[in-house]
């Protein structure tokens, strides 16, 4: 079948499928198989591999994908691209498509349910290869980050400004909660800028390609995640104030006690959230649990 890195070849499968392009879906599909090729070259894929897709839309990065690794599961939500990919994947065996929402998805789950021979082992490690629906980008790395799942590395394509945040440092107008959650859990680095010509239809954002590796060991030592990532929210909860408002104003805790916890982590109250490092909110937390815990 022909290759579908040309709008022609795009344009073509959508009519002959009656498709209807949704915007609302986040559809905007590759056309560029140099971006293409740079994906899967940053995923370092070999048959030893398992590896979800997020939105395989036409398939066309899938095909790509399940030349190089094990076995791709695919997860789609828009039933209308079902039939396409039934059939641009059909000289594919080592694919599967599950129709699904990403964002509820548990992919241990999935990979125990769909993945054959020794891809669907308990507690063997997959990549995450995907051009994401931007609409959702942000929760979905959320969910993929903290959702504990035995995800080992992701190379992903988002919008080039949440890129800028998940490797924004301390200090900046980048730097956010997002920021904080993506250097605990992985290394993150981008491997291409991409322009929107590339896309069709085109989107309005310029775009990036991101490897998120998952770090064996987080680079800060806290006594309880669920609180450290609620402090780490509560400081960038209001980010023209100083620290101590905008922690105040969280209703984490009273005034008095947060002076007492900033006093006790040696940060001081008059600072913005957004100047903190990693290191002193883990102290911040950790003298959180200690004193209020
Ligand atoms: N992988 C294709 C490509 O690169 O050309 C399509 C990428 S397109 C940017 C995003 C895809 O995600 C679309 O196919 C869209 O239908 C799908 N999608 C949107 N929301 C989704 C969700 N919540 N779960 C799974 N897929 C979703």
Redesign the pocket.
Known sequence: MRE?TSPSAVREIIRAHGFKV?KA???????DANI?EKIVQAAELSREDLVF??????????RRLARSAGQVI?????TN?LPILAETLADFPNTRVVH??????DFDKLAGEYAGGIFGQPGRGYKLV???????TTP?LMHLLTGGFNLQCLVV?MQKEVADRLLAPPGGKDYGSLSVAVQYYTVPEVVARVPKTV?FPA?EVDSAVVRLTRRAVPPVQVTSEALFFKVVRAAFGQRRKTLLNSLTGSGLAARENWLQVLAAAGIDPARRGETLTMQEFAALANAFQQHLG
């Open positions: 579908l949704r879906l986040g559809q905007n599909f590759l056309l293409i897709e997020i939105g395989p839309g036409l398939g066309t990065l899938t695919a997860v789609e939500l828009d691209l699904g929402d990403a964002l509820q998805a995907a051009n994401l629906p931007y609409y959702i979905l394509m896309f989107p």
